[in-house]
């Protein structure tokens, strides 16, 4: 397992996530009172909580994954980090359909270094969300340069042993998602159909030529042999700069044209469920993994609407009747539960929050909003 992933996992599907919220909230039927400005500061408000510099010099250390449940709880808290609220099913929905996208990019990466410009890609798209703001756009172009000095200098090894450790994170998410249906790219249960054509890694030969060669060193024998692909060679290598053309398109913005996206557990998943359900053991790293991820969370400011204003709640599904029968059909065992943990620095509040941890994996899921406001989270202050 490579130390250095998190960073990258983490940007990701928060690019994604920010893809569907933008769409949704350009598609989503909102009162007469909801302008584009107001859509706009719901995206500056995740995105400024997101690149938080506090935030991203912890991210950066190197460390171990978080469990699917604790990343979870990132996400939960940055979705939630203006005055826009979403209930369960939609989190659900909402955090399918990053992690699904973005393991369908790492399949597809030609080469392991391209999950670099990858995260590249989104950070591009970020840029572009924020453009009007200078401020939180120098938050992005610092994220930028730290993925630069961490990651230019790496060997196709090491990236090599972060790709793996990516599809170790996803291998056992199967949801179904309606672009990926529609496009054949994904089958009924759920895995994705990888090409044989297109073009070859950057720094390799089309396939179709064996050479031998003899102990000197040189050419002694050519031998041709057809293949099923239809393979090029890339005209250039994606750029690595700050800016710059990144040939590669994967983790660019699939929802830019408005179509559907509907999410759906394949039938294997569900007859699966319960073979798949989690140890619910206390994990012996829950009290590590609990207080890292607390320290993460403790300095980022959740918004809260003031005054009169009052937050809107924002749906994943097309009516509200298909998302109540969500939140009512999808498995247990594959739903993400949230905890409301409050931290201080009263004496043995640590000790606390580490038995919560330690129960975090049959804590009661919390109810749905209404819509007014409230934060999902409860404030990590004190760590």
């Known amino acids: 397992m490579s130390a250095r992933t998190l960073p990258l996992l983490f940007l990701n599907l928060g690019g994604?996530?920010?893809?569907?919220?933008?769409?949704?909230?350009?598609?989503?039927?909102?009162?007469?009172?909801?302008?584009?400005?107001?859509?706009k500061r719901v995206m500056n408000d995740i995105i400024t909580t997101m690149f938080n510099k506090k935030f991203m010099e912890e991210l950066f250390k190197p460390q171990e994954l978080y469990s699917k449940k604790a990343l979870r709880t990132v996400y939960d808290r940055l979705a939630h980090a203006s005055i826009m609220r979403l209930n369960q099913a939609s989190m659900d929905k909402l955090y399918d359909l990053m992690t699904m996208a973005?393991?369908?990019?790492?399949?597809?990466?030609?080469?392991?270094?391209?999950?670099?410009?990858?995260?590249?890609?989104?950070?591009?798209a970020i840029k572009d969300f924020v453009r009007d703001s200078p401020g939180i756009l120098n938050q992005v172009d610092e994220t930028f340069r730290q993925l630069i000095e961490t990651y230019g200098c790496l060997s196709a090894g090491e990236f090599q042993l972060i790709r793996q450790t990516l599809l170790i994170f996803f291998q056992d998410m199967h949801i179904r998602v309606s672009i990926f249906l529609?496009?054949?790219v994904q089958n009924s249960n759920g895995r994705f159909v990888l090409p044989i054509s297109g073009p070859v890694p950057w720094g390799t030969e089309v396939p179709g030529l064996i050479r031998m060669f003899n102990r000197n060193g040189d050419e002694i024998k050519r031998t041709e042999f057809t293949t099923d692909g239809n393979y090029v060679t890339p005209q250039r290598e994606?750029?690595?700069?700050?800016?710059?053309?990144?040939?590669?398109?994967?983790?660019?913005?699939?929802?830019?044209?408005?179509?559907?996206v509907e999410t759906h557990m394949s039938g294997s998943s569900k007859n699966s469920a319960s073979h798949a359900?989690?140890?619910?053991?206390?994990?012996?790293?829950?009290?590590?993994?609990?207080?890292?991820?607390?320290?993460?969370?403790?300095?980022?400011?959740?918004?809260?609407?003031?005054?009169?204003?009052?937050?809107?709640?924002?749906?994943?599904?097309?009516t509200d009747e298909?998302?109540?029968?969500?939140?009512?059909t999808r498995p247990e065992e594959l739903s993400y539960k949230v905890i409301s943990i409050e931290a201080t620095q009263e004496?043995?509040?640590?000790?606390?929050?580490?038995?919560i941890l330690g129960e975090l994996e049959v804590a009661e899921p919390r109810p749905a909003s209404s819509g007014k406001g409230e934060d999902l989270l409860a404030l990590m202050d004190g760590l």
């Not at 994604?16 to 859509?39: C, G, K, N």
């Open 322 to 328: 298909e998302e109540e029968h969500a939140a009512l």
């Open 102 to 124: 973005f393991k369908y990019q790492v399949l597809l990466c030609p080469r392991p270094k391209d999950v670099l410009l990858v995260t590249f890609n989104h950070l591009d």
């Open 182 to 184: 529609k496009d054949k």
């Open 16 to 39: 994604e996530m920010l893809y569907i919220l933008d769409q949704r909230l350009r598609a989503q039927s909102i009162p007469d009172e909801w302008t584009d400005v107001d859509r």
């Open 238 to 260: 994606g750029s690595f700069e700050l800016y710059g053309d990144r040939v590669l398109k994967l983790g660019t913005n699939m929802y830019s044209v408005s179509r559907p």
């Open 277 to 318: 359900k989690e140890n619910i053991t206390p994990n012996p790293l829950a009290k590590e993994e609990l207080n890292f991820l607390a320290r993460l969370l403790g300095g980022l400011e959740v918004k809260k609407p003031g005054g009169s204003e009052t937050g809107f709640r924002l749906n994943l599904f097309t």
């Open 347 to 355: 004496p043995g509040r640590r000790a606390e929050l580490s038995r």
